[in-house]
């Protein structure tokens, strides 16, 4: 009887601490599919996304098909994504997603949900997705808040630093004239392809501060893997001269909202106004374009204001970089004596 005693004793110590938690008590973990109709039917947590992608600043916003979004990134493949949640008893006090930008090696929240008795709980949350990338061996997280929003400095506690402050930009600019803007000493603008992609990583490095490069990505991987994600019904284009890239364009658009992207070599910056008159053309059937502009891109700003765009709101992206602990599957190739 002792030894059977004994026995349950030790199955009861090692129940998970779960059982031990009072009902009121915040616990974080993964999200389950049963969040979205717990969320929806407690009208929990708050209705808006804090966190602001470029899909859903364009795209559709409504509260429960984000949280189903949220849902699917959890539930999706390993390696590309994941979903956490704040709760206490069956009430949702806080969500968030984070996947894949363009490669692996960088992440970003997609979904930040935060209920007013929620926030305190951020950085618990943050944190159980930054494990998540990192078991998933992302090296960087993005997330992107409005400047006035409280949880930027919530994140920090997270290890989230602001590194790229930035302006949205929205117009609806005069029609531009229709063929293609051209320039005499310069190849017209062409598709971009993958052979451009090692000359669009000189004119980043060129073109972009350094603080923001060691927070983006100081190599061509860690860049092509930061940049954002355009959605199918977009294109890219490279400016040459003398084939030196020295302008690079992405357009994009989301049913009549149209995205435009540029950015240009310092020494070419009068290059602008041709790149961005040809973006125009080609969203020229959208009734509304918008551009997300980092500060520092102040020849651009200028003449987006004079083709007739206003700044709606203000933004800072915040980056968490992480140290990956490569698994060591190279072998030492033995040397072989020459005889």
């Not at 944190?127 to 409280?150: G, H, K, M, P, Y």
């Not at 949205?168 to 051209?182: I, M, N, T, Y």
């Not at 602008?272 to 502009?293: A, E």
Request: glycine share 6%; with cysteine.
């Amino acid at each position: 009887m002792k030894s059977g005693n004994s026995s349950r004793r030790t199955r009861e110590a090692t129940v998970p601490n779960a059982s031990l938690l009072t009902p009121n008590e915040a616990v974080t973990r993964p999200l389950n599919p049963l969040d979205p109709v717990r969320c929806m039917v407690m009208d929990s947590p708050d209705r808006t996304n804090r966190a602001c992608t470029l899909a859903g600043i364009t795209g559709i916003n409504s509260y429960p098909i984000s949280i189903v979004q949220a849902t699917r990134i959890g539930m999706s493949v390993r390696g590309r994504g994941s979903s956490a949640a704040v709760s206490t008893g069956k009430r949702v006090l806080a969500l968030a997603s984070a996947r894949p930008r363009s490669g692996l090696g960088s992440w970003e929240i997609t979904h930040l949900f935060v209920s007013p008795s929620g926030e305190e709980h951020v950085p618990s949350l943050l944190n159980a997705i930054v494990r998540s990338a990192v078991e998933q061996r992302c090296q960087r997280v993005f997330l992107r808040l409005r400047r006035e929003d409280s949880l930027v400095d919530i994140a920090r506690k997270s290890g989230f630093f602001p590194k790229v402050p930035e302006t949205l930009f929205a117009g609806v600019p005069a029609a531009p004239a229709s063929g293609v803007p051209k320039s005499d000493d310069c190849d017209p603008l062409k598709g971009e392809t993958p052979v451009d992609a090692h000359d669009l990583f000189r004119l980043y490095n060129a073109a972009t501060p350094s603080e923001v490069r060691h927070a983006v990505g100081m190599t061509m991987d860690q860049w092509m893997s930061s940049r954002e994600r355009l959605n199918r019904r977009s294109a890219a284009f490279v400016l040459r001269r003398q084939d030196v890239a020295i302008g690079s364009l992405r357009t994009s658009r989301v049913f009549s909202k149209g995205w435009l992207e540029a950015s240009a070599h310092p020494d070419h910056q009068h290059r602008m106004p041709l790149m961005v008159r040809f973006g125009l053309q080609q969203l020229r059937s959208c009734r509304l374009t918008y551009c997300m502009l980092p500060d520092y891109q102040m020849d651009l700003r200028r003449y987006l204001v004079d083709s007739g765009f206003q700044d709606v709101s203000c933004y800072i992206t915040l980056v968490k970089s992480m140290t990956v602990k490569v698994a060591d599957d190279i072998r030492l190739r033995a040397a072989v004596p020459i005889i």
